[in-house]
């Protein structure tokens, strides 16, 4: 269902109209931070944006001599009937509007080219930012949320950057000019203009208040809605099978009708405002020509001067209009962008350590030696602080000592957990779920970093690994498997990138998923979608343990990765892993029986501790809680 | 596919009317405007008649107040019919997906019909509101302007004889072009979303193995190409508005050029060119908005399709559509199944799945079998055996594609669904609860039951202790506000769902896999004691949750292995006895 919702969060993405049409009335808790830093980001194209500015410039311009030039023209030439004269005015006009339509030109092309290449580089660095922030970040923020960030925030700053911020710098020169114009033309008529534009402002306040109220009734509606949706579709064969279609009709009903009547109402407020500025505008109009005709009459005015006149009130609402839209606009995406630059303000995983994983090769003296090619000889390579560099041979030897974890402060998940494994040794880690399992394993690539105690690695403390090392000396199969779009042998080679076709194919038959995949469509180039929905679990599960095996590495981890496999497929694919990883450390965490029995050792947890350690038929004549969990005598919960 | 959802217009049709007419006065108000000042210019100032320029203007003051009145009405109606619309159409795909089968299901996937449900819907609200605003306001401002232009000069008004064909020339043929670009747009973008979502869930994958530069440098591929794609297709638009203006402005040039000479031999007025300049912008101006409807359409055209597409699917599992002879319609009443020469494949229905890899090769063949009322039976196998295809078929989830399936002597598929599923009980793989309290989720089973009934259920399920640790006991809310509950208490609640039912034939596809060995046990215990009339049957991984059924049968790709008691399938069945082997008699946990 999870997987549902993100499907749907992007689907909401190109709606467009359901962000755009209906105007947000988010606003940026730090205006001017957020300010500096999209400055910051355009100052990578200062000079794009100041053509633009300058485009802008010619183009308002132009257009407001245009409307400026009906006065020298029925003025000077069409009532004295100059016509030589109209013909030389009129050239003048036409090259006045044809360097304006070519600065438009010039204005939105560079426009589209500033905006865009923004929007990229703010996409890429906030993606690689995500790449290197820490799992606690993943773990308290949902996909959906983390995905509206690429896609509604950097949206609506694009679309400011596009479209809204030009409109307000074009809008606000357009309305200077005109005012500018008409006090020139007649400053009496433009005491008549100024009223009717102060109460043009007065009210779209007023109604903009209001529709903000009713705006964010409807969003909250909105998401009941969605969620009822969402939710008895997701779950509609339940519905189903319970009989329960006329039930979940009429809950629809209620909400759907609810929604009705809020929508109704926030798009009726939100459109009133179209209908009063427009015919505010008229009235202005009719106004000027009265006065202005009254003006004529008593020799105080002309002709020319009223027809320029009437052209530029006629177009004042306009730039009004325009100006409080865009400052919503640019409101909301001002806020969008503060939320992006809060992800890349986040801190990164830290990694501070400096011993690197090389391949290796024993030299005929014993000694190791580093080499280039992967000889399946691993060895850490130390860098002293003297400068020199000594090589220990990676084991797989893992200890923890005293290692007290927790995810959230006074909530602890591991306590004064030690324990070792020796190279070569297959662990099993078996208790109830939350007791801990998973975690310890997520402690052991650093995918969080203990509270204390420490864990060793062939007798390096971890964080002195670089991380990247540490974990390309891993390969892990997680509960959950995620494949990625692309063919199956590319999903199985993303364990290690340069394995050969038959390298993958072979790994594949390790994990005993040859057999399945052969039997797709297109074999191994079948393209898995949509995190392979269109394979069963267990299939996945195969495809997961194959990309592990292709990685070949020294240490494995197995979680639940053979949770919904039958256990005759698991058979198979313990066989083929055990001769795999011969010799080298497995840590494996499962409910099934078959799948812990053959482990060195069983590490019994229970709420974050390590109970009993032993081998299988050890833990049995024990006679404690790992024999009362195989007998079925104790409930876990 | 838009005129066919325009039939749910249903009631909220008299508001589009009355938008129709609340336009056409609102725009005859506003174009006469231009009309009147040019009557001011023209007969009032030269004769000097202050009281003609004052009652002229008080005309257009009230025409404009006049307008607003019809303006916000507008709005208001404007508003009622493109959101009664939006409910409606909602209401009749939620309906229409309600009458789904598990094949329809299969075929659109939840997420592509949550999407048409809500995004797709309100594209197609969008396109009425904006229709009923601005976009029918068009034509009709055409209309008016043309015709006031050709009353104040006919002669002059031939020069819109060659600036709309410009105009619409030109527009058509940059969309024409643009139409491709922002298709390779789309689906650019939704290469980048994929990559980013992708990433999101997958994240412990990418770090486990440390492929972060590799991800960045996929996400720089696909964000780049995407950006390539948005400024070409900004490029060409970036020419729409010069253009217009060029149009726009240089007809402005030629009208004054003709104008002037008309006004300075006397046959036009100087207030009449004015005026005339006002109606040639508006002309023009509508003529774009009107071309842009067509973009508009066509962009809810393909979400009119996408509802038109649910709307219209087949639904393949219907009830028959008269009683069999004798009138009396078949309940299910002591829970007999019996399987006869069943074959079943998926994807033979009229709405195939695109990708499955199921499809096209049989899921079930030659399945024969019998179950009598009361029986416990046990269904085990490998993974993709058929499991749950086979009990899938008895409450009719799927049909046979050939064979019989018979509950108590019937054909499944002359039931009545609503009984037949009444009759039985089943708790599916997916365990899905509903957001709402424990009682209200139990009670899906029976909206009647009694507190006794409910607790009775809980209790046999293995759930009433868990629940009662609650605060809220079986008022406790469930889902992202309430309590979280864990995979085996999920299944323990799905399972008592069925039980209040009181279901003759109870099914249970693999739902105490999270449930421990011992709570299990107590659960199988309870069935034998207190479910001892109904039928019961088991799928499951653990052969220890179905050892002691009265039949086991043991699938293998599709076709039954055996079918016997535990000593008798264990002597004689490989497969049964290598799962029993291998399972050593338990699991953990």
Known sequence: MEENKKVYGAGMRRGGGGGRGVRSFEKPKNLRGTIAKILKYLGKSKFLVAVIVICLLVSAISALAGSYFLKPLINNYIIPGDFKGLALALLFLGIIYLVG????????????????TTTNIIRRDLFDKMQSLELRYFDSHTHGELMSRFTNDVDNVQLMLDHSLTQLISSTLTLIGTVTMMIILSPILFIITAIVLVIMILISMKIASKSRYY?????????????????????????????????????????????????????????????????????????????????????????????????????????????????????????????????????????????????????????????EERTGLWAWKHPKDNGELTHTELKGDVRFFDVYFEYEPGVPVLRDVSLYAKPGQKIAFVGSTGAGKTTITNLINRFYDVN?????????????????????????????????????????????????????????????????????????????RGDGGNLSQGERQLIAIARAAVASPPVMILDEA???????????????????????????????????????????????????????????????????????????? | MIKRLFAYIGQYKKYVISCIFLMTFDVLCEMMMPFLMAKIVDVGIPQKDIAFIARVGGLMIVLALAAIGFGVLNMRFSANASQGFAANIRRALFDKVQSFSFSNIDYFSTASLVTRLTNDVTQIQIMLLMSLRILLRAPLMLITACFFAMSINLKLSSIILIAIPALVISIYFIIRSAEHLFSTMQQRLDSLNNTVRENLIAIRVVKAFVREGYEKLKFKKVNDAFTRAAINAGYLISLVMPVMLFILNFTTITVIWFGGKMVSTGTMGTGELIGFISYIMQILTSTMIFSMVFILYARAEASAQRIVEVLDAKVDIVDKPALPEGGIAPSVSSGKVEFKDVYFRYGNSANSNGFNNKKGKDVLSDITFNIESGEIVGIIGGTGSGKTSLISLIPRLYDVTSGQVLVDGTDVRDYNLKTLRKGIGIVLQSNVLFSGTIRENLLWGNENATQEEIEEAARNAQAHDFIMNFPDGYDTVLGQAGVNLSGGQKQRLCIARALIKKPHILILDDSTSAVDVATEAKIMESFNKNLKEATIIIISQRISSIKEADKIIVLDDGKISGIGKHEMLYESNIIYREIYDTQQGGLIL
């Not at chain 1, 109704?264 to 500025?277: R, V």
């Not at chain 1, 005993?512 to 052969?518: L, N, P, Q, V």
Request: proline share 2%; net charge negative.
């Open chain 1, 101 to 116: 339509a070519i600065a438009a030109f010039l204005q939105s092309r560079f426009t589209v080219k500033m905006a865009q």
């Open chain 1, 562 to 637: 053979t949770s919904s496999i039958d256990t005759h497929t698991e058979r198979l694919i313990e066989k083929g892993m055990d001769a795999l990883m011969a010799g080298r450390t497995v840590f494996v965490i499962a409910h099934r029986l078959s799948t812990v029995r053959n482990a060195n050792a069983i590490i019994v947890i229970e709420h974050g501790q390590i109970i009993e350690r032993g081998s299988h038929e050890e833990l049995l004549a024990l006679k404690g809680r790992y024999y009362q969990l195989c007998t079925g005598q104790i409930e876990l919960e």
């Open chain 1, 215 to 371: 705006f964010k009734n409807q969003q909250e509606i909105l998401g009941e809605l969605n969620g009822y949706i969402e939710e008895s579709i997701s779950g509609l064969k339940e519905i189903k099978v319970f009989n329960h279609e006329e039930h979940a009709k009429k809950a629809f009903n209620r909400i759907n009708e609810k929604f009705r009547v809020t929508a109704a109402n926030a798009n009726f407020l939100a459109g009133i405002i179209m209908p009063i500025m427009g015919n505010l505008n008229n009235i202005c109009y009719a106004a000027t020509a009265v006065f202005g005709g009254i003006l004529i009459l008593m020799n105080r005015f002309d002709v020319g001067s009223l027809a320029a006149f009437l052209q530029y009130s006629r177009h004042i609402g306009q730039p009004i209009n325009q100006i409080t839209a865009q400052v919503n606009n640019i409101m909301a995406a001002l806020a969008g962008a503060e939320r992006i630059f809060e992800v890349m303000e986040q801190k990164p995983e830290v990694d501070n350590g400096n011993i690197t994983l090389v391949n290796a090769r024993r030299t005929p003296d014993g000694n190791l030696e580093e080499c």
């Open chain 1, 452 to 528: 204390e105690g420490k864990i060793l690695y062939d007798g390096i403390n971890i964080i002195d690994i670089k991380k990247a090392d540490l974990r390309r000396s891993l390969a892990m199969v997680l509960q959950d498997t995620h494949l990625f779009t692309g063919t199956v042998i590319d999903n199985i080679r993303y364990g290690r990138l340069d394995a050969t076709d038959e390298e993958c194919i072979n790994a594949a038959k390790i994990a005993s998923a040859d057999s399945f995949i052969s039997r797709l469509p297109h074999g191994y180039h079948t393209v898995i």
